[in-house]
């Protein structure tokens, strides 16, 4: 089955700077990897999505690239805002009978 | 528009146990996953429906797990008997159609004593 890895488990940033989590997968047939955003008691909430005919989507201050050949993907959030302090989780899935494979998640803490 | 509703939000028992969680997914959404979260495994998908039928149940951990979706609008993970160890939150989430963009609910918390 699928195994997804994701790094850093803990990322600390400057108000304003950019952050880049990092996840890498194992099943080449896999074609669709979202991004989810969860907060303290909340369940995960989709941020961003990508499909493997796209190599990079933008949305505002969130992006998400795509390297299939390596196998990896990873988020990009710039000018960091205290409100986007959360745990992130990246999820890869073949789009078929299997559902989504989780990475175990990074803590983003937005410094002020 | 109300969102995917779980209940109870929290459930305390003792071991031994029959724990019944509770999903009402989105209105129009015909796929039905139930996670579980842990600190130790992170999230784990158990168990996921489409149009009421099971499709992939692989992660439900042993036959104290049964889920239901007698229904489009309803589905129910049951734990008989409950140990210490299914203490996690659990996870309900939706989607229109298969597992992409899936809209999670806000969890049951559940503490086996």
């Known amino acids: 089955g699928e195994n997804v890895e994701q790094h850093p488990s803990t990322l600390s940033v400057q108000e304003g700077d950019s952050a880049v989590i990092k996840c890498t997968y194992s099943?080449?047939?896999?074609?669709?990897f979202p991004w989810y955003k969860q907060e303290l008691g909340k369940g995960p909430q989709l941020i961003i999505d990508?499909?493997?005919?796209?190599g990079e989507k933008k949305d505002q201050r969130i992006a998400v690239t795509l390297n299939k050949t390596a196998k990896h993907f990873s988020l990009h959030i710039t000018e960091t805002q205290p409100e986007d302090s959360a745990v992130y989780f990246c999820?890869?899935?073949?789009?078929?009978?299997?559902?989504?494979?989780f990475g175990k998640g990074t803590h983003l803490i937005i410094q002020p | 528009d109300a969102g995917v509703i779980q209940s109870p939000r929290h459930e305390v028992t003792e071991m031994g146990q029959e724990v019944t969680l509770r999903c009402k997914p989105i209105s129009g959404h015909n796929s039905l996953f139930w996670y579980r979260q842990t600190m130790m495994r992170g999230l784990e998908l158990l168990i996921y429906f489409n149009n009421n039928v099971p499709i992939d149940d692989s992660g439900m951990p042993e036959d104290r797990f049964s889920a239901k979706m007698p229904n489009a609008s309803f589905s129910t993970l049951k734990i008989q008997p409950s140990e210490p160890r299914d203490s996690a939150v659990y996870f309900c989430?939706?989607?229109?159609?298969?597992?992409?963009?899936?809209?999670f609910g806000p969890g049951t918390r559940l503490l086996v004593l």
């Open positions: 999820a890869a899935s073949d789009s078929r009978a299997d559902g989504l494979t």
């Open positions: 989430a939706s989607s229109l159609q298969g597992v992409e963009t899936q809209y």
């Open positions: 099943d080449s047939a896999s074609n669709y």
């Open positions: 990508i499909r493997s005919n796209v």
